[in-house]
């Protein structure tokens, strides 16, 4: 049996879940039907009224939310509380077109800031313990909800962000930090940073990490808890419903489990939108019962997971999703950044170049690398090394600007780059993530 921060919710027997589900669902399509004017005509064309939703056994019946409706009512549309009751905005990094806005107010930061206590109660955290937090702080989740959430259960909360590993590591040593939340990636570098510096796991007082945000694979767990001496827990959100925190990992390390008496977590297919049942393979779709500024309705991830609901010895009931494997859309997480090939295509045409180019991106060091191959036009390919050099750093510099992250460019003579007979393969990902 484990420690719980809200034990009463977290061990709630799954009949009660599902009746607390049901009755805030009801509430829940009623609020958004008549203060959400978007959803409110999704329904319309789909022909369910608030009415139809008798319990959580109708939830099929809703439409679905996806990004690209989040794009389209941009950025007030999806909003169910005038903005005078909101206190927060987070968004995902800063992308044009594919930038989502969530809103929150004081009572949506307190739920979120509940799941990430959660998370690190799990992880034995305890108002003891000195917590880091070394994910991005700002408009990303990362470092706002853990923030909250370290805060919430009492721990002595270093709000470091993310960079700087020498600092990070000194602050580590002096303040005998024992829970650290980042990226596993970060995680990583830190491990080895430390190395580098002299240090062993016996200079450190760490026990614990919370890692998320982008995928890892078991190797890379067994890696990170042998190099920082720690045990290594999982933790899984989006921006869209709230962040970090929709479901978390328990002592058991077997899957995350779901903050049920918030989120509804369906499985489907996501060619045919059909529900699958429990145990199958499919895309994640979350429904964010009792959010008041911004509640999402049967929205769809693009994550793609198993959930599976066997009695866990953590004692918590919640539904325990897998490790994401994959995604059922062309999203890539690079350091830590969501990127779209979309958007860096955009940065190409803008800047005059062909859509003939490859995305390559691959892990060194436990670093992500991104290579991007663009042919060069004819007229262009007579220039000189030093003017291809000079084109090539505008360019890095102009992808940066699009995504926050640079990018290796390299042009290319005409024609170099395979044409394709059917789809055109334009991302390589070598990292072997799933
Ligand atoms: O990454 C929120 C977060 C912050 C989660 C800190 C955990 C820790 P976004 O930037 O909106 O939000 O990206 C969300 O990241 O749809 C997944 O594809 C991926 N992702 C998040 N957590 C995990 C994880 C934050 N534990 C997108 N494993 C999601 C694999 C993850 N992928």
Redesign the pocket.
């Known amino acids: 049996m484990g420690n719980y921060y809200q034990k009463e919710l977290e061990t709630m027997p799954v009949e009660k879940i599902k009746e607390l589900q049901s009755e805030r669902l009801i509430k829940q399509v009623k609020n958004v039907y008549e203060n959400v004017a978007y959803y409110r005509n999704l329904m319309d064309k789909k022909g369910v009224k608030p009415d139809d939703i008798k319990s959580i056994e109708d939830l099929h019946k809703l439409p679905f939310l996806t990004k690209a409706d989040l794009r389209e009512a941009y950025p007030y549309g999806l909003m169910a509380r005038p903005l005078s009751d909101c206190v927060r905005i987070q968004s995902?990094?800063g992308t044009t077109g594919k930038r989502?806005v969530a809103f929150y107010t004081q009572h949506d930061i307190d739920i979120w800031e509940d799941c990430c206590a959660r998370a690190i109660v799990a992880a034995g955290g305890t108002k003891d313990d000195v917590c880091q937090v070394c994910?991005g702080y700002g408009l990303?989740?990362?470092g706002p909800?853990?923030n909250g959430g370290s805060h919430k259960v009492g721990c002595l909360t270093l709000p470091m962000s993310s960079g700087n590993t020498e600092r990070q590591i000194q602050f580590m040593l002096d303040l005998q930090s024992t829970i650290i939340c980042c990226?596993p990636s970060y995680a990583a570098y830190i491990a080895e940073t430390l190395k580098e510096m002299g240090h062993t796991t016996d200079d450190i007082s760490l026990k614990a990490g919370i890692?998320?945000?982008?995928?890892?694979t078991e190797e890379m767990r067994r890696d990170i808890e042998k190099s920082l001496g720690i045990k290594a827990y999982?933790?899984?959100?989006?921006?869209?419903l709230a962040?970090?925190g929709v479901s978390f990992e328990c002592e058991e390390q077997t899957g995350?489990h779901i903050n049920e008496d918030h989120y509804i977590a369906e499985i489907i297919d996501p060619d045919t939108g059909e529900v699958l049942p429990e145990g199958s393979r499919g895309e994640l779709v979350l429904t964010s019962i009792d959010k008041e500024a911004f509640p999402l309705l049967r929205y769809r991830?693009?994550?793609i997971c198993v959930l599976t609901r066997e009695k866990c010895s953590c004692g918590r009931t919640f539904v325990k999703m897998s490790?994401?494997m994959g995604?059922s859309d062309d999203?890539l997480?690079i350091r830590?950044v969501?990127v779209f090939p979309s958007q860096i295509e955009t940065v190409l045409l803008e800047q005059g170049y062909s859509p003939n180019y490859r995305i390559e991106v691959d892990r060194e060091n436990n670093t992500d690398t991104l290579d991007v191959y663009v042919e060069l036009s004819s007229e262009n390919f007579s220039d000189t090394v030093k003017e291809i050099a000079e084109k090539e750093k505008q360019l890095a510099a102009a992808v940066k600007t699009m995504l926050g992250i640079k990018p290796k460019m390299h042009l290319v003579p005409p024609k170099s780059i395979t044409r394709s007979e059917g789809k055109a393969v334009r991302v390589v990902d070598k990292r072997k993530l799933y």
């Open positions: 995902t990094s989502v994910y990303f989740t990362g909800g853990l990226t890692f998320g945000a982008e995928a890892w999982d933790i899984y959100g989006l921006t869209e962040g970090p995350m991830t693009r994550d490790k994401p995604r999203m997480i830590g969501n």
